[in-house]
T-cell receptor, first 110, second 113 residues
Framework: DAKTTQPNSMESNEEEPVHLPCNHS???????IHWYRQLPSQGPEYVIH???SNVNNRMASLAIAEDRKSSTLILHRATLRDAAVYYC???????????FGQGTRLTINP | KAGVTQTPRYLIKTRGQQVTLSCSPI?????VSWYQQTPGQGLQFLFE???????NKGNFPGRFSGRQFSNSRSEMNVSTLELGDSALYLC????????????FGPGTRLTVT
């Protein structure tokens, strides 16, 4: 399983953008980049995924480097409800298995 | 649309006993995966089922087993419980193998004493 590397923790202020980095230098051509988050006392929640191109949805944006060895999850205007552990995961095409790392614990200050 | 449900939500068992946990996926979802979450090891993959077939298994001892029924509901069983099996057990479902979003349930908190 290809591995991802994320900072252990990050802190930001409410209503400011947040950029969460992820390194995945051993990514293969069939690996999709997924982001999930886990709020306190809840199961993980899907955020976004992408393969090569940048992606946007109602929750966030995903910026993928041209060589695909890194990516950045962008929360455009953080709210207190965005405080969670964010996981960057490489998922092989056709496989359901998610390999979670330690993730980044995001703290949002009011 | 109801989410993924897991029963029971909390469970206390004694070492040596066995336990069965249940997961009901979102209606129409055919794929179910199970994960174990502990403070020390984080989230670890246990099994993956699609249309009643186990497609993938994580690196856990044979005491951990699972199955999926024709209505896509899934159960996992842990026999001869050990203290280290205390964890949050999470179930996730998705519509098919080609759909990329997995929806997680709230988990079953198992405590082994």
């Amino acid at each position: 399983d290809a591995k991802t590397t994320q900072p252990n923790s990050m802190e930001s202020n409410e209503e400011e953008p947040v950029h969460l980095p992820c390194n995945h230098s051993t990514i293969s051509g069939t690996d999709y980049i997924h982001w999930y988050r886990q709020l306190p006392s809840q199961g993980p929640e899907y955020v976004i995924h992408g393969l090569t191109s940048n992606v946007n949805n109602r929750m966030a944006s995903l910026a993928i480097a041209e060589d695909r060895k890194s990516s950045t999850l962008i929360l455009h205007r953080a709210t207190l409800r965005d405080a969670a552990v964010y996981y960057c995961i490489l998922r092989r095409q056709g496989a359901q298995k998610l390999v979670f790392g330690q993730g980044t614990r995001l703290t949002i200050n009011p | 649309k109801a989410g993924v449900t897991q029963t029971p939500r909390y469970l206390i068992k004694t070492r040596g006993q066995q336990v069965t946990l249940s997961c009901s996926p979102i209606s129409g979802h055919r794929s179910v995966s199970w994960y174990q979450q502990t403070p020390g090891q984080g989230l670890q993959f246990l099994f993956e089922y699609f249309s009643e077939t186990q497609r993938n298994k994580g690196n856990f001892p044979g005491r951990f087993s699972g199955r999926q029924f024709s209505n896509s509901r899934s159960e996992m069983n842990v026999s001869t419980l050990e203290l280290g099996d205390s964890a949050l057990y999470l179930c996730a479902s998705s519509f098919s193998l080609a759909i990329y979003e997995q929806y997680f349930g709230p988990g079953t908190r198992l405590t082994v004493t």
